[in-house]
Every structure is written in C-alpha cells, then in structure tokens.
T-cell receptor, first 117, second 110 residues
Framework: DAGITQSPRHKVTETGTPVTLRCHQT?????MYWYRQDPGHGLRLIHY???????DKGEVSDGYSVSRSKTEDFLLTLESATSSQTSVYFC????????????????FGPGTRLTVT | GENVEQHPSTLSVQEGDSAVIKCTYS??????FPWYKQELGKRPQLIID?????GEKKDQRIAVTLNKTAKHFSLHITETQPEDSAVYFC?????????FGTGTSLTVIP
C-alpha cells in the first residue's frame, strides 16, 4: 500500500485539547495531503505540502495547521479540537520519485478515526 | 475553485450487468481525472485514471471516458461481480489540488 503509514489509527479526545496526527511515507514523493472524510461530503482537502516547509491551504483548513520538516513526515494539528472535527482523516501522497517525472497518481494512507467528545 | 459533482449517489445492478457513474467538473484547467474504490473501513484505492489529452482508457472490465468540451467524465464497469460492491469516488486535479465527488455506493446483487 505505497509505503504510507498514519498514527495514531484511532483517537478519542476532549473538546479544547490539541491533537496531532502524523503521516509518514517511505516513497520519497514530493506532494503530501491531508483530507477529512465525512458522510455525504466525500473527501475534502484540509492542507497539502509541495515540499519540505512548503504548505498551502485546502478548502476546509480553518482550525487546522500543518508542518513538514522532512520529506517523509507531514503533521496535522488541531489547535483546539471541536466536535465538528470528529471525522476520518486520510493522508495521501503523489508526485512520483523523480523530479523530472510528472506522476499525478495519488495514494492514500490507512486513515485515522478521530472522535472529539 | 473546482467543483466536482457525481451521480448517482447509489446504484444497484444485477451481477453481470454494467454500471456507469458520471461526474462533471467546472474548471477547464483541470487536467487529470482519477477514480477511486473504497470498501467499508478501508482506504480509497486508485483503480483507473485519465489525463486531459486522452478521451478513453480501459483496463480489463473498467473503462473511463472524458469529454473535455462538456466537462464530464464517466466510469464504466462491465460484467459486474459482487466484489465490485463498494463506494466509488471521482476526482479532478486542478493545480496541485484534488477535488472529489461525493461518492457512489455501488451494490452488485448476486
């Protein structure tokens, strides 16, 4: 499954607490993404990264921040979790292994189920 | 930004029949259109994709067609089997971002 792991896989937390989710890849892909998946909404982009320390917002970025200090790791932080952030979070990668190769194929991690009580 | 609409939201077919799922997109600059299959509790899996310079692509029982003028693309599954039952998502890539449809739940009845 394309060498992508997410941790933790499940988490229950209380409203107002900070939460950090981790995505780790072993594929050396340039692009990394964080999505949330909710019934009736499909997959919605939160933030993405196009290189180390290079990130940009997606369509549902409010309440979330990201960091990418290494090619292989992309962190998603909920500064102060709210019940509306209860969701399944997927990390994804794309961009191929070589700078000159344009590879759009996107592969997903196993997901993290987050419950905010 | 891009807006992707997907229809139908649910689809039931008899085993052996064909299934067709359709998506439309709004941004003419989008140039890559993947389809994903997601089984319950699993991650989305890429099953087929098409780039904007191609009109049709086929992989065994699965095919995708793209009409750039009308801004729509479709997934065709022939000779459906029970293991094809899943949720299918279309997506359009504009710039560096992927925009997803809301999914089609396909049920293949044995």
């Amino acid at each position: 499954d394309a060498g992508i792991t997410q941790s933790p896989r499940h988490k229950v937390t209380e409203t107002g607490t900070p939460v950090t989710l981790r995505c780790h890849q072993t594929e050396n892909h340039r692009y990394m993404y964080w999505y949330r998946q909710d019934p009736g909404h499909g997959l919605r982009l939160i933030h993405y990264s196009y290189g180390v320390k290079d990130t940009d917002k997606g369509e549902v970025s409010d309440g979330y921040s990201v960091s990418r200090s290494k090619t292989e790791d992309f962190l998603l932080t909920l500064e102060s979790a709210t019940s509306s952030q209860t969701s399944v979070y997927f990390c994804a990668i794309s961009g191929g292994r070589y700078e000159k190769q344009i590879n759009y194929e996107q592969y997903f991690g196993p997901g993290t189920r987050l419950t905010v009580t | 930004g891009e807006n992707v609409e997907q229809h139908p939201s649910t689809l039931s077919v008899q085993e052996g029949d064909s299934a067709v799922i359709k998506c439309t997109y709004s941004d003419s600059a989008s140039n890559y259109f993947p389809w994903y299959k997601q089984e319950l509790g699993k991650r989305p899996q890429l099953i087929i994709d098409i780039r904007s310079n191609v009109g049709e692509k086929k992989d065994q029982r699965i095919a995708v067609t793209l009409n750039k003028t009308a801004k729509h693309f479709s997934l065709h599954i022939t000779e459906t089997q029970p293991e094809d039952s899943a949720v299918y998502f279309c997506a359009a890539m504009g710039g560096n971002q992927f925009y997803f449809g809301t999914g089609t739940s396909l049920t293949v009845i044995p």
